[in-house]
């Protein structure tokens, strides 16, 4: 599978954003907050979604909400284009919202849409990345997709290793021990348990409790009716008994109550004088009543405070005088600031920010004066150098060119006439010439002897025999001579060439005198001692025009710097000026700020003194006239109050006739008595009322609603009560003969009778409700229940269905226990190959240090140490390391599940790899080691996307990867740009 083109529509931060992908190695450079992130999860988003893994309804991940558009109203989504190996491309368009995702897929060549050949699962999700990869989206996100810092973090192992425990050799991951524990497990759901009451056996187990709880209560309802007769009869026994004592405790509480009625007489009959006495008292105090004794204190306030609010009014009138001149002071200061008024309330950062840039300006303007300076100097030294040495420049490359052509002549016929050669060349000549010479005489010699035996021979041995001996050593000696005669030649030659060289030698050291004389006048008319000293001379003119032009361009350069800073210097005295003349002026110095001269910074700490004082005296100003508002106010204020105080006076001694305060106030003490006369008349007829309901029967309340107080409210009625109660005092006496006629005449004392009659009435009660209860439990107990014979029956057949459902729980159970450990034993089986894959990646992760491996049925990792040979669990390694092993069983997991060995191998597509930021834990020699490999998988038909915010991962992908394999997009963490 191969990623080639995004298209963010809103995602996060990016917002109409492309981003086109290529074969190989992609890497997505860019700082933090740029967004790598970002599009590492919005690629996941798109074959995938945002619905949490194993879920059977939708559960939205956090990432839904993380990456909502960062431009409120747009709706987060986009679209995708990847091409399959097989060669089919495909663009997916999704719409992630809250509540739904709106998934659409289309053939890219044909424009047909084919998202109904693709199941949905019961998230509403759209499985073709499943369908087409051959991966979950929980396997996706635990192989190929790798976040910051995840390397080691598993997500829903168990998963992973059931899917792996289904390969075979034939790479086939659906032979599928899940689906059959998926079926064992929807059947054992289907049978259910009994902490599941819809299911068949927790309905079956809840049938058998239920006829069991049947039984018992048809049982316990014959039982209780049994109970209940025994209990009507001990009711009846009672309530004989309570009856009698109940007659003979009415019978002493009514003559206790007529007792009581007959003291209240007595008492009634007392008080009736004394409430005629305190009735003389109020009709003498009635002419106070219209006094209001309650306000007396009020009216005392209420002189005080109009005596107070003139007092403070007098106050108040001589402080706002005192306000009025001060203000007037403060206003007057308050003009020495005139110059200020047009400044707003920025202007002393403007002057700090124009003085500072103008220190600035200035001192860079005396820097480049100085510069100026010493370069004028330096370019005034340079043109008189120049000028020294301009006429031997002009002439020098000539005269230079002569003398390195006589130096290079002189040079030639000096190695020519070397002594040392003229010596060489000389002996060589001469062994040459003496070896030739030697040769000549010893066959001349050998000659001249060969003829002189041949002549004595002849000469002395005459004989005939002998004599072509003779001829012979003649003719030998004669072709000697004609023999030796190259040997002769050879001799003369070196002779010749002896003498020859002796004349080139001498021609040599001629010419020689000749071009020493040739350098000598070149030297002579340059004035210079060597030919050196020319040369260098040369390259010091060149040196030194050289100079003159950049000291020259420099100078133009400075001129035009200076020109620029004297601008800059113009306008901020331009800005500043203006600023500090208001300044002197307000300082009343009448100096003015100098136009066109350079400002101290002395005057512009005095326009910060004087603004500050401008500042402050505003402030005295708003402060001196804040208090005589406040104070005018206040005056006005307590004018008013006391008006309303003297009109409110007014009206309270006009409403009750009153002249002054001392006559309301003698009439309020008046009242006062009266009031309290009235108010013990109230209480002593209230406690005579009491005093006649203290039994708290019927017999003393009061004629009609709300007893004696209501129907009496004035001593007026008094006769009358006591008439009622004398009437009363009868009747109770006759009811209690009545009573004690019923009781059978049994006495009882008064004391607790009330407390009896209570306990008995409550005692009668209860057993008559309990008889009623009873007798209706009874009639309804076993009102609706079953035949116990048929409870039995349906129990028995309730049970044999729970015992089979049970039986049939036990051997799924049994069932999946067995297939999880047949699943278990594959894995031991498929583990060799997993360890094999995991332990050849990690050993080229690694630089070879690791490369032993197991890997458990949980997908945990145990490694080989190199050190000891023991095997140790990689948790105990570095942090990086534990990466680099996690990320190595990431590859051989993805390269399994998707039912392929290696890349491009089998049926399964090649899955692209996103890694954000894997190797920040990483030393470099590992990273390198990684990206090598990174590389090979890209060469091998796996495109790589790695999102990065280190420099170093892209140094070192441009040494490993080969040109056209690597695709560097960097992100732009302002704009989030593509470049």
């Given amino acids: 599978m191969r990623l080639v083109e995004l298209r963010v529509a809103a995602f996060g931060k990016f917002v109409d954003r492309r981003f086109s992908l290529g074969e190989g190695l992609n ?117 190929a997709c790798i976040g910051q810092l995840q390397a080691a973090d598993l997500d829903q192992r168990e998963e992973l290793a059931s899917r792996i ?18 079926a064992l497990d929807t059947a054992l759901e289907e049978i259910g348990s009994d902490r599941a009451p819809t299911r068949p056996l927790g309905r079956a187990m809840d049938r058998v ?21 025994q209990r009507l009869r001990e009711i009846a026994a009672e309530r004989q ?118 220190e600035r300006t200035l001192q860079e303007l005396e820097e480049k004066q100085r510069e100026a300076a010493r370069v004028a100097e330096s370019l005034s030294a340079l043109q008189r150098e120049r000028a020294e040495g301009e006429p031997l420049a002009q002439r020098g490359e000539e005269l230079a060119s002569r003398l390195d052509a006589a130096e290079q002549a002189r040079r030639e016929l000096r190695e020519q006439a070397s002594p040392a050669r003229v010596v060489s060349a000389r002996e060589g000549w001469r062994r040459q010439a003496l070896a030739a010479r030697g040769r000549l005489v010893r066959m001349e010699a050998g000659a001249l002897l060969i003829a002189l035996v041949a002549g004595v021979v002849a000469y002395f041995f005459a004989t005939p025999p002998l004599w072509g001996l003779s001829a012979l050593g003649l003719l030998a000696g004669v072709a000697a001579w004609w023999l030796t005669a190259p040997q002769r030649r050879e001799v003369r030659e070196h002779g010749r060439a002896l003498a020859a060289m002796e004349a080139d030698l001498v021609r040599a050291e001629t010419a020689l005198a000749a071009k020493s004389a040739e350098i000598d006048a070149i030297l002579k008319e340059t004035g210079i001692a060597a030919p050196a000293e020319l040369r260098q001379r040369l390259i010091n003119a060149e ?27 113009d306008e901020d005295q331009g800005v500043l000026g203006g600023i500090l003349a208001a300044a002197e002026v307000a300082a ?74 001392e006559d309301f106030l003698e009439g309020c003490r008046r009242k006062e ?149 047949a699943a278990n034993e594959v894995h031991r089986e498929f583990a060799p190959r997993l360890n094999q894959a995991v332990g050849g990646i990690i050993s080229r992760l690694t630089g070879g240090r690791y490369d032993d491996v197991r890997v458990d049925e949980q997908l945990g990792l145990s490694v080989l140490a190199p050190e000891d040979g023991r095997l140790r669990p990689v948790s105990a390694l570095s942090r990086g390391t534990l990466d680099q092993f996690y990320l190595a069983l990431r590859l051989a997991m993805a390269e399994l599940l998707a039912g392929s060995d290696a890349p491009g191998a089998g049926q399964g597509e090649v899955i692209p790899l996103l890694l954000d930021d894997t190797f920040v834990q990483v030393d470099d020699r590992r990273v390198e080691e990684a990206l090598g490999y990174l590389a090979e998988e890209c060469r091998r038909g796996r495109q790589v996307v790695l999102f990065t915010c280190h420099r170093r991962e892209v140094e070192i992908a441009r040494r490993v990867v080969q040109p056209g394999e690597l695709h560097l997009l960097e992100l732009d963490q302002r704009s989030s740009a593509i470049h």
């Fill in 27 to 143: 890497l997505i450079y860019g700082p933090n907050e740029a967004g790598k992130s970002t599009l590492h999860k919005f690629i996941l988003g798109m074959l995938y979604g945002f619905q949490r893994p194993g879920a059977r309804r939708r559960q939205p991940t956090e990432d839904l909400s993380r990456y909502q558009p960062w431009n409120a109203g747009s709706v987060a989504g986009g679209s995708l284009i990847y091409r399959l190996d097989r060669g089919q491309t495909f663009r997916v368009e999704r719409e992630f919202r809250p509540d739904r995702t709106a998934t659409r897929v289309f053939d890219e060549v044909t424009g047909r849409e084919v998202t109904g050949d693709y199941p949905m699962d019961q998230r509403r999700e759209l499985l073709f990345a499943q369908r087409q990869l051959g991966l979950s989206d929980a396997a996706f996100t635990n192989t």
């Fill in 673 to 821: 008595e009266l009031v309290r006369l009235q108010g013990e008349r109230e209480t002593r007829l209230r406690v005579l009322l009491a005093a006649l309901g203290q039994g708290k029967g019927a017999w003393v309340e009061g004629p009609g609603p709300g007893g004696w107080a209501a129907s009496m409210p004035d001593a007026g009625g008094l006769p009358a009560a006591e008439a009622e109660l004398r009437t009363r005092l009868a009747a109770l006496l006759e009811q209690a003969r009545e009573e004690e006629a019923r009781a059978g005449g049994s006495p009882f004392p008064p004391a607790g009778a009330e407390r009896l009659i209570e306990t008995r009435e409550r005692q009668l009660a209860a057993l008559d409700t309990e008889e009623a209860e009873l007798r209706g439990a009874s009639d309804q107990a076993l009102s609706g229940m079953r035949d116990p014979a048929e409870i039995d029956r349906e129990q028995a057949a309730a049970r044999a269905e729970r015992e089979r459902l049970a039986l049939d729980r036990r051997a799924l159970e049994l069932a999946r226990d067995t297939l999880v450990e």
């Fill in 241 to 358: 008994a309570a009856a009698t004592e109940l007659a003979a405790a009415r019978a002493a509480l009514t003559r206790a109550r007529a007792a009581e009625l007959e003291s209240s007489l007595q008492r009634l009959i007392g008080e009736r004088q004394t409430l005629a006495e305190l009735d003389l008292q109020i009709t003498s105090l009635a002419a106070y009543s219209p006094f209001p004794a309650e306000e007396a204190a009020g009216v005392e306030a209420l002189a005080a405070s109009i005596k107070a609010l003139e007092a403070n009014r007098t106050a108040d009138g001589a402080r706002l005088a005192e306000a009025q001149k001060r203000l007037a002071s403060e206003e007057g200061e308050l003009r020495r600031f005139a110059p200020f008024e047009g400044f707003d309330g920025n202007v002393l950062s403007e002057v700090g920010l124009h003085f500072g840039r103008y």
């Fill in 165 to 182: 425990a289904n390969l075979r050799e034939s790479g086939q991951e659906d032979l599928s021990v899940r689906q059959a524990l998926a």
């Fill in 588 to 661: 009343q110095t009448a100096q003015g700020a100098p136009g066109g001269t350079q400002i101290s910074r002395d005057q512009v700490e005095r326009f910060q003194s004087l603004w500050q004082a401008y500042l402050e005296q505003r402030q005295k100003v708003r402060d001196a006239a804040q208090v005589a508002g406040q104070l005018q106010s206040r005056i006005s204020d307590r004018e008013g109050e006391r008006n309303e105080a003297q009109r409110r006076l007014t009206s309270q001694l006009q409403g009750c006739g009153a002249i002054t305060v």
């Fill in 543 to 569: 040196r030194t025009r050289s100079r003159c032009e950049a000291e020259s361009a420099g100078q133009r350069r400075l001129t035009e710097e200076i020109r620029t800073l004297r601008q800059r210097l």
């Fill in 209 to 229: 409790r239920a006829l069991e709880e049947e039984a018992r209560r048809v049982e316990e309802a014959r039982q209780a009716n049994l109970q209940r007769d």
